[in-house]
């Protein structure tokens, strides 16, 4: 592995030589060992998540080497460059028509694909649901029995390299038409309400205690949260600016399956 991926960092510095075989072999391996769940873009760590972005430029590098080709299935015509995944049904994984997933993402045994599409270089654990009209985006990580509602948007990211992915951890509830975008992380447990947005500028706004605490770019874990606004002064006068706020936490007392939707019950607050 170490090999294949100094291989792929020469590769990246210098593409004079993408046009040989053995580049072209080295790049494939990538991309089938992420498709078949074998390597990750990005992988717990501790209590945080390690890039590895030399799994990122190895697919950034395939789509250079692959060529636009015609994909037919059935009565439906596709010209793309990256092929479908198959083989569900040997890889325990339920798709309803029309679920798409691109060819270079990992799909574990147990999940569930709705009507959505899920990106190259992505990770859906087992026991998720990619509900109706649902994306995952390019490297994002879904962690295992999470719910993605109709809707939500979570997005990719190949470039810069470095860049961490979108991450979704475990057993997290991501309610209707959510947002999610710019590698943000949702940790273990979280539960969203319906159109909460969340970039890595997006105000999230504890107002649980005597005074708020604002975090960035992350959600702690079994945080409920839901869309907000704050006041915010510009030179134009004063306007409503969105936000996110937690407002309470998930109960350990109740089970991890029921808690997603009771938790949202209990304040309140539309899935």
Not at 14 to 38: K, M, T, W
Not at 71 to 76: L, S
Not at 201 to 211: K, L, P, Q, R, Y
Not at 233 to 244: D, H, L, M, S
């Amino acid at each position: 592995m170490e090999d294949l991926k100094n291989l792929i960092e020469k590769l990246w510095d210098d593409r004079s030589h993408l046009s040989s075989p053995g580049s072209q072999d080295a790049i494939r391996e990538v991309v089938d060992l992420v498709d078949r769940g074998v390597l990750r873009v990005a992988e717990p760590d501790g209590d945080g998540w390690k890039v590895n972005d030399w799994v990122k430029k190895a697919i950034v590098l395939f789509f250079s080497i692959q060529r636009m080709e015609t994909i037919e299935v059935g009565p439906f015509e596709f010209h793309d460059k990256i092929p479908l995944k198959k083989n569900y049904a040997a890889q325990g994984v339920r798709v309803v028509p029309h679920a798409i997933a691109r060819y270079g993402c990992f799909i574990e045994s147990g999940a569930i694909l709705m009507p959505s599409y899920v990106n190259i270089g992505a990770w859906v654990g087992s026991g998720t649901m990619v509900d109706t009209w649902a994306t995952v985006g390019s490297c994002a990580q879904i962690g295992r029995h999470v719910h993605l509602s109709g809707g939500v948007g979570i997005g990719g990211v190949l470039e810069p390299p470095q860049a961490s992915p979108t991450i979704i951890e475990d057993h997290c509830f991501i309610g209707s038409r959510c947002i999610v975008v710019e590698g943000v992380r949702i940790r273990k447990e979280a539960v969203l309400g319906a159109n909460v947005v969340l970039t890595q500028s997006t105000h999230i706004i504890d107002v649980t205690g005597d005074e708020p605490v604002i975090y960035r770019g992350e959600v702690p874990e079994r945080s409920v949260v839901i869309p907000g606004s704050y006041t915010k002064k510009f030179p134009a006068g004063e306007y409503q600016v969105n936000c996110a706020l937690i407002i309470g936490q998930r109960k350990a007392s109740t089970d991890t399956k029921v808690s997603l939707n009771e938790a949202l019950r209990e304040y309140n607050v539309a899935v």
